[in-house]
């Protein structure tokens, strides 16, 4: 779209410089200006845009100056509809501008209207389209790259990258089409683009800003999770760390309303189950934390929750996605006749007096992770 810019500018400086042809005469190098008269306008509808159409006869003089017949009406559409379309009537007289067998300009009095054939506002187009596909497809570029490059080992606070690239992208497209409208000529356009870039990556950065206050905000309130009996069987993605014997790696289900809940690389959850003993003992609901595998954080997206248990000496840990959370809970424990209390912070749900022993659970580098079983 760029390399058709130079093309439109030429022709457009070609009828700017173009002088009038002698009398009598028509040339592509230079421009015939004829009366006309006014019959008419039309307005034509198309799509959210309205297109002008002016209806003129046109009158030609000979050598002697004679009036010659009139010509049939001839519809000219116009470039938008001022100064010169709004301003006349039908009856008025006005002046044709003829450039290479196609009326560029109507004048009326001391006004003058480009037509939609006339190359002054040629190049306005290409340009904006280039200017719009560029940075969208810079933006494309990243997302493409950052996905390529950076998304397996990625953590969840620079995803903020993501959403400053989208909306940084998105804003100097828009503004390169708005520059290539209002702008006298192309460095115009261009500086106006250029001078979007800090504004629009400023407004990206609050918008990640804001994006990422929320999503930790959320992430980190566990006070709406509750125990609720599962009442059918349910299969989970699930993870189970902690050195017992029913935390195997690539056991990455657990099964809940058939029994005791228990683990299984089987997403039917009907083969290879472990079962949770009853000594195993649900401490406290948590958010995930920097220090928690990063499978976990990149299998649930940020939106899990981890219960906190003690079998024995032994701490385990269960992550599953905060929509099945309740289920699991409601499945290892019997909530009393009173309700369960919820710290004020909302960073964990107690539903044992006893005192959580997070810091001592065994971390595996490849816990969690869904391997052949």
Same mark, same amino acid.
């Given at each position: 779209m760029f390399a058709t810019v130079p093309g439109e500018l030429a022709t457009r400086d070609a009828y700017a410089a173009a002088p009038p042809c002698p009398a009598g005469s028509r040339s592509d190098v230079c421009t015939t200006t004829v009366p006309a008269t006014v019959k008419g306008k039309e307005d034509e509808p198309s799509g959210k845009t309205v297109h002008h159409w002016l209806l003129v006869t046109e009158r030609g003089t000979?050598?002697?100056?004679?009036?010659?017949?009139?010509?049939?009406?001839?519809?000219?559409?116009?470039?938008?509809?001022?100064?010169?379309?709004?301003?006349?009537?039908?009856?008025?007289?006005?002046?044709?501008? #003829?450039?290479?067998?196609?009326?560029?300009?109507?004048?009326?009095? &001391?006004? +003058?209207?480009? !037509?939609?054939?006339?190359?002054?506002?040629?190049?306005?187009?290409?340009?904006?389209?280039?200017?719009?596909?560029?940075?969208?497809?810079?933006?494309?570029?990243?997302?493409?790259?950052?996905?390529?490059?950076? #998304?397996?080992?990625?953590?969840?606070?620079?995803?903020?990258?993501? &959403?400053? +690239?989208?909306? !940084?992208?998105?804003v100097v497209s828009c503004v390169g089409i708005f520059a290539s409208m209002v702008g006298r000529d192309v460095p115009d356009a261009v500086l106006i683009t250029a001078a979007a870039v800090l504004p629009a990556a400023g407004l990206g950065a609050l918008c990640a800003w804001g994006q990422q206050r929320r999503t930790h905000r959320a992430a980190a309130t566990v006070s709406s999770i509750v125990p609720v009996p599962p009442t059918e069987k349910r299969c989970m993605r699930a993870a189970v760390l902690g050195d017992v014997l029913y935390s195997v790696n690539g056991f990455d289900h657990l099964v809940?309303?058939?029994?005791?809940?228990?683990?299984?690389?089987?997403p039917e959850g009907r083969v290879a189950r472990r079962t949770l003993p009853e000594t195993l003992v649900v401490q406290h609901v948590r958010a995930l934390q920097p220090d928690d595998p990063q499978f976990w954080k990149q299998a649930f997206k940020y939106d899990a929750a981890v219960i906190e248990c003690r079998d024995g000496d032994h701490t385990v840990l269960i992550a599953i996605a905060r929509r099945d959370a309740p289920f699991v809970l409601g499945a290892l424990v019997t909530p009393p006749s009173s309700s369960p209390t919820t710290t004020d912070s909302g960073q964990h749900k107690h539903l044992d007096e006893r005192p959580a022993c997070a810091n001592e659970h065994r971390t595996s580098a490849n816990a969690g992770r869904t391997d052949d079983a």
């Open positions: 000979d050598t002697d100056r004679r009036v010659l017949p009139v010509r049939p009406a001839r519809r000219v559409r116009m470039a938008g509809s001022e100064p010169v379309y709004d301003a006349v009537r039908a009856g008025d007289e006005v002046k044709l501008t #003829y450039w290479r067998g196609e009326i560029r300009t109507v004048r009326f009095r &001391t006004a +003058a209207q480009e !037509t939609w054939e006339s190359p002054e506002g040629n190049w306005r187009f290409p340009l904006g389209a280039g200017l719009f596909l560029l940075p969208f497809a810079l933006m494309v570029w990243w997302l493409v790259w950052w996905h390529r490059c950076r #998304y397996t080992s990625t953590t969840h606070p620079r995803l903020w990258q993501l &959403t400053v +690239a989208t909306v !940084t992208g998105t809940v309303g058939d029994g005791r809940p228990a683990t299984t690389p089987d």
